[in-house]
Protein backbone atom coordinates (compact mmCIF):
# COMPACT_ATOMS: atom_id res chain seq x y z
CA UNK A 1 0.00 0.00 0.00
CA UNK A 2 3.09 2.82 1.04
CA UNK A 3 4.79 1.77 -2.52
CA UNK A 4 1.07 2.79 -4.30
CA UNK A 5 1.08 5.85 -2.32
CA UNK A 6 4.29 7.02 -2.90
CA UNK A 7 4.05 5.81 -6.74
CA UNK A 8 0.90 8.44 -6.63
CA UNK A 9 2.69 11.16 -4.80
CA UNK A 10 5.40 11.08 -7.39
CA UNK A 11 3.23 11.02 -10.39
CA UNK A 12 1.53 13.64 -8.81
CA UNK A 13 4.86 15.91 -8.42
CA UNK A 14 5.85 15.30 -12.20
CA UNK A 15 4.00 17.72 -13.90
CA UNK A 16 0.77 15.40 -13.95
CA UNK A 17 -1.18 17.26 -11.43
CA UNK A 18 -2.95 19.06 -13.64
CA UNK A 19 -4.40 16.41 -15.94
CA UNK A 20 -5.09 14.24 -13.18
CA UNK A 21 -6.73 17.20 -11.23
CA UNK A 22 -9.10 17.93 -14.67
CA UNK A 23 -10.01 14.32 -15.09
CA UNK A 24 -11.21 13.90 -11.82
CA UNK A 25 -13.15 17.33 -11.58
CA UNK A 26 -14.80 16.62 -15.03
CA UNK A 27 -16.41 13.48 -13.23
CA UNK A 28 -17.04 15.21 -9.92
CA UNK A 29 -17.97 18.58 -10.67
CA UNK A 30 -21.25 17.89 -11.89
CA UNK A 31 -22.75 15.14 -9.40
CA UNK A 32 -24.09 16.10 -6.50
CA UNK A 33 -25.57 13.43 -4.02
CA UNK A 34 -28.66 12.97 -4.75
CA UNK A 35 -30.19 15.34 -1.73
CA UNK A 36 -28.39 18.04 -2.72
CA UNK A 37 -31.30 18.04 -5.62
CA UNK A 38 -31.61 22.12 -6.74
CA UNK A 39 -29.21 24.80 -7.84
CA UNK A 40 -29.39 26.70 -4.11
CA UNK A 41 -28.43 23.68 -2.47
CA UNK A 42 -25.83 22.76 -4.62
CA UNK A 43 -24.56 26.48 -4.48
CA UNK A 44 -24.87 25.57 -0.65
CA UNK A 45 -23.25 22.42 -1.01
CA UNK A 46 -19.90 23.85 -2.52
CA UNK A 47 -19.97 26.79 -0.08
CA UNK A 48 -19.73 24.41 2.37
CA UNK A 49 -17.14 22.08 1.46
CA UNK A 50 -15.27 24.87 0.67
CA UNK A 51 -15.12 26.17 3.89
CA UNK A 52 -14.53 22.79 5.12
CA UNK A 53 -11.67 22.22 3.01
CA UNK A 54 -10.18 25.42 4.37
CA UNK A 55 -11.20 25.08 7.67
CA UNK A 56 -8.64 22.67 8.04
CA UNK A 57 -5.91 23.63 5.41
CA UNK A 58 -2.48 22.67 7.02
CA UNK A 59 -3.72 19.92 9.33
CA UNK A 60 -3.22 16.67 9.13
CA UNK A 61 -4.65 13.52 10.19
CA UNK A 62 -2.52 10.42 11.31
CA UNK A 63 -3.76 7.32 9.79
CA UNK A 64 -2.29 3.97 11.45
CA UNK A 65 -2.38 0.98 9.29
CA UNK A 66 -2.39 -3.17 9.70
CA UNK A 67 1.34 -3.06 9.31
CA UNK A 68 2.17 -0.26 11.90
CA UNK A 69 3.16 1.72 9.30
CA UNK A 70 1.87 5.82 10.02
CA UNK A 71 0.70 7.86 7.14
CA UNK A 72 0.02 11.65 7.56
CA UNK A 73 -2.09 12.88 5.13
CA UNK A 74 -3.06 16.35 4.68
CA UNK A 75 -6.94 17.02 5.42
CA UNK A 76 -6.57 19.04 1.80
CA UNK A 77 -5.23 16.28 0.13
CA UNK A 78 -8.39 13.96 1.54
CA UNK A 79 -11.62 13.13 -0.28
CA UNK A 80 -14.41 15.11 1.48
CA UNK A 81 -17.58 13.24 1.28
CA UNK A 82 -20.89 13.99 1.89
CA UNK A 83 -22.79 12.25 5.19
CA UNK A 84 -26.09 13.93 5.48
CA UNK A 85 -28.35 17.85 4.77
CA UNK A 86 -31.08 18.97 7.15
CA UNK A 87 -33.49 21.39 5.93
CA UNK A 88 -35.41 23.43 8.61
CA UNK A 89 -37.14 26.71 7.52
CA UNK A 90 -34.75 28.85 6.05
CA UNK A 91 -32.24 26.67 7.61
CA UNK A 92 -29.82 24.00 5.96
CA UNK A 93 -27.02 22.07 7.67
CA UNK A 94 -24.77 19.93 5.46
CA UNK A 95 -22.37 17.45 7.09
CA UNK A 96 -19.15 15.99 5.62
CA UNK A 97 -16.72 13.19 6.69
CA UNK A 98 -12.82 13.11 5.57
CA UNK A 99 -11.73 9.93 3.70
CA UNK A 100 -8.36 8.13 2.89
CA UNK A 101 -8.92 5.50 0.58
CA UNK A 102 -12.05 3.78 2.00
CA UNK A 103 -10.96 5.14 5.68
CA UNK A 104 -12.75 7.83 7.48
CA UNK A 105 -10.76 10.29 9.25
CA UNK A 106 -11.72 11.29 12.85
CA UNK A 107 -11.42 14.56 12.94
CA UNK A 108 -11.81 14.65 16.93
CA UNK A 109 -8.24 13.88 16.96
CA UNK A 110 -6.57 17.16 15.02
CA UNK A 111 -4.18 19.26 17.35
CA UNK A 112 -4.37 19.44 20.53
CA UNK A 113 -7.15 22.73 20.95
CA UNK A 114 -8.32 23.18 17.55
CA UNK A 115 -12.01 22.72 17.25
CA UNK A 116 -13.23 20.18 15.11
CA UNK A 117 -16.69 20.41 13.15
CA UNK A 118 -17.98 18.35 10.52
CA UNK A 119 -20.93 20.40 9.05
CA UNK A 120 -21.77 23.69 7.98
CA UNK A 121 -24.67 25.39 8.86
CA UNK A 122 -26.64 28.37 6.51
CA UNK A 123 -29.10 30.70 7.45
CA UNK A 124 -30.64 31.68 4.34
CA UNK A 125 -27.29 31.91 1.82
CA UNK A 126 -24.87 32.76 4.50
CA UNK A 127 -22.79 30.12 6.93
CA UNK A 128 -23.54 31.25 10.40
CA UNK A 129 -21.92 28.34 12.35
CA UNK A 130 -20.40 25.18 12.18
CA UNK A 131 -21.40 22.17 13.71
CA UNK A 132 -18.81 19.56 16.23
CA UNK A 133 -18.75 15.83 15.67
CA UNK A 134 -18.63 15.03 19.38
CA UNK A 135 -21.46 16.87 20.43
CA UNK A 136 -25.06 18.47 19.40
CA UNK A 137 -23.64 21.80 19.92
CA UNK A 138 -22.84 24.51 17.51
CA UNK A 139 -19.76 26.46 17.04
CA UNK A 140 -19.80 30.29 17.01
CA UNK A 141 -18.40 33.43 18.27
CA UNK A 142 -15.74 35.67 17.74
CA UNK A 143 -12.54 33.95 15.74
CA UNK A 144 -14.24 30.80 15.24
CA UNK A 145 -17.17 31.44 12.53
CA UNK A 146 -15.21 32.26 8.90
CA UNK A 147 -16.89 32.66 5.86
CA UNK A 148 -14.19 31.51 4.04
CA UNK A 149 -16.57 31.79 0.58
CA UNK A 150 -15.96 35.76 1.02
CA UNK A 151 -13.08 36.28 3.09
CA UNK A 152 -10.02 34.13 3.03
CA UNK A 153 -7.29 34.70 5.22
CA UNK A 154 -3.85 34.96 3.29
CA UNK A 155 -1.91 32.29 5.64
CA UNK A 156 -4.62 29.90 3.79
CA UNK A 157 -4.40 31.80 0.09
CA UNK A 158 -0.63 31.04 0.62
CA UNK A 159 -1.03 27.01 2.14
CA UNK A 160 -3.02 26.42 -1.20
CA UNK A 161 -0.84 27.97 -3.52
CA UNK A 162 2.35 26.23 -1.97
CA UNK A 163 0.47 22.70 -1.82
CA UNK A 164 -1.28 23.25 -4.78
CA UNK A 165 0.02 19.80 -6.34
CA UNK A 166 -0.75 17.79 -2.71
CA UNK A 167 -4.62 19.16 -2.96
CA UNK A 168 -7.60 17.28 -3.38
CA UNK A 169 -8.98 17.42 -7.23
CA UNK A 170 -12.25 19.23 -5.97
CA UNK A 171 -10.40 21.87 -3.94
CA UNK A 172 -7.87 22.14 -6.40
CA UNK A 173 -10.31 22.85 -9.22
CA UNK A 174 -12.74 24.98 -6.56
CA UNK A 175 -9.52 27.37 -5.72
CA UNK A 176 -8.40 28.06 -9.19
CA UNK A 177 -12.46 28.76 -10.17
CA UNK A 178 -11.99 30.86 -6.73
CA UNK A 179 -8.92 32.35 -8.37
CA UNK A 180 -6.68 31.74 -5.32
CA UNK A 181 -4.55 29.60 -7.61
CA UNK A 182 -3.13 31.91 -10.50
CA UNK A 183 -2.45 29.98 -13.52
Request: with cysteine.
Amino acid sequence: MIILFVACHNQNESGKKDLQNQAAITQSDTSYPKEINNQELKGKYDAAKWAMYCFYSGDTVKLKRNAGIDLMPMYSSLDLKFENIELRNDSAIIYFDFYFDSLKCDVTKVEPGKTEINGVVFKNDSIVCYTTPTTLTYIWGKGIIRDYNNHLPSKIIHYINVNRDKLNPWFYYEAKKRGVIKK
